[in-house]
């Protein structure tokens, strides 16, 4: 991430770029502004952004080119998530608890009716059936980009830390809690242990999944 010994380098670098392209440099508070939204990405890839950048536009680079150009535009994160998604229907599905990547997922599927109840439905679907059901899908992956958080942030909406599989849940109606099979981490595959994953929190995962 773009620490606060990045700042020069940075302040640096808008300026040489608005000189470049004829434009008049941006005051410094601007400047300040842009780093701080920047701030989760590392110096080399945001300078990669801003090449990019220039020389495909000769108007003044914002935070939200770099952002698009290092994470996707909202359409396309959302399509991946989409992929992702059925992807993990496919590979665990109603047996499993899982967790993907970002609160975003859990949102989408907190709101059309929790994991088992959607992968039971998404199973029983054609793929004519399932292409149909992705715009509402990545609509609502949009909102819970905006809107969903793992904690309690204001003016956010708190989702599952986890979302919870048959095996799980069948063996917890029964009281079998020596036999809870662990969390699957969407992505890496790994094992994640329900007690490590707390308040909404990811954690270190400690198991790799067996190949």
């Not at 590979?91 to 088992?116: C, K, R, T």
Request: aromatic share 12%; hydrophobic share 40%.
């Amino acid at each position: 991430m773009v620490i606060e010994k990045d700042w020069k380098e940075f302040a640096m670098l808008i300026t040489a770029t608005d000189g470049m392209n004829g434009l008049k440099p941006r005051n410094a508070a601007s400047v300040r502004l842009m780093f701080k939204f920047l701030e989760k990405y590392g110096l080399e890839d945001v300078k990669r952004a801003i090449e990019f950048h220039v020389r495909k536009s000769p108007y003044y680079v914002k935070p939200s080119d770099i952002i698009s150009f290092l994470d996707g535009t909202e359409e396309e994160r959302s399509e991946v998530a989409w992929r992702t998604f059925l992807r993990a229907v496919e590979n665990y599905g109603y047996w499993d608890s899982v967790q993907f990547p970002n609160p975003a997922f859990h949102y989408v599927i907190e709101q059309l009716g929790g994991w088992m109840k959607l992968c039971e439905a998404y199973d029983a679907l054609s793929e004519k059936e399932i292409h149909f059901r992705a715009k509402e899908w990545r609509q609502l992956y949009e909102v819970g980009e905006r809107v969903a958080s793992w904690g309690d942030e204001a003016g956010k909406v708190r989702v599952l830390p986890y979302l919870v599989g048959f095996f799980e849940a069948d063996n917890r109606a029964k009281n079998f809690l020596a036999h809870i099979p662990p969390v699957i981490e969407i992505g890496s595959g790994r094992h994640i242990r329900q007690g490590e994953i707390g308040g909404g929190v990811k954690v270190l995962s400690i198991e790799a999944e067996a190949s």
